[in-house]
């Protein structure tokens, strides 16, 4: 499939590691994450709420989303954490598509949402991304998240296709 993307790269982005205060007041780290983050993310995933939920991920059950970490905290993928008191409250993951592009995907517990913490995450990950040569990010976010959609917009993504039930989205790093 071929997709669309801006013509103009986006502007940079902060780089991890930072803090921020969020819109709660709540001092949030957003740090590069990787495999040492697992148990972290476990806990977070395990409290995730299951109608923040989206094609079938993040997974239910602690095996399977180990599985599934064990898949996105490798190598091949960017990841970045975003962390209150020491617990993960966030996370955004870049995964490999074709060559030159890769699909974000994004969870903040629903307690951290509406706080600003996405956005950071977002732009964090997006920093942390143009760090390692990504040239290309695309996401889909169903149609009805109003939210999520403003958010991507927010921070640069421009609507590339909207033939189903969801929105897909693209940005040029």
């Known amino acids: 499939m071929t997709r669309t993307y801006p013509d103009d790269p986006a502007d940079a982005f902060p780089r991890p590691p930072r803090t921020i205060t969020d819109g709660e007041g709540r ?23 299951p109608e923040d939920r989206a094609q079938g991920i993040p997974p239910v059950k602690d095996e399977a989303i180990r599985k599934w970490l064990d ?7 960017l990841n970045v954490v975003a962390r209150h008191e020491g617990d993960a409250v966030g996370h955004a993951t870049l995964v490999p598509d074709n060559e030159d592009e890769q699909e974000l995907a994004i969870f903040v517990l629903q307690a951290y949402q509406g706080a600003g913490i996405g956005t950071a995450l977002v732009r964090t990950l997006l920093g942390h991304g143009q760090d390692q040569g990504v040239g290309k990010v695309w996401l889909t976010v169903e149609r009805w998240n109003e939210p999520a959609i403003a958010l991507y917009e927010k921070v640069g993504f421009e609507t590339s296709n909207t033939e189903s039930f969801e929105v897909e989205m693209a940005i040029r790093l």
Do not use: G, P, R
């Open 27 to 49: 001092e949030i780290e957003v740090v590069a994450a990787d495999a040492t983050d697992t148990e972290a993310l476990v806990e977070m995933y395990l409290d995730f709420n």
């Open 71 to 77: 898949v996105i905290l490798d190598d091949e993928c």
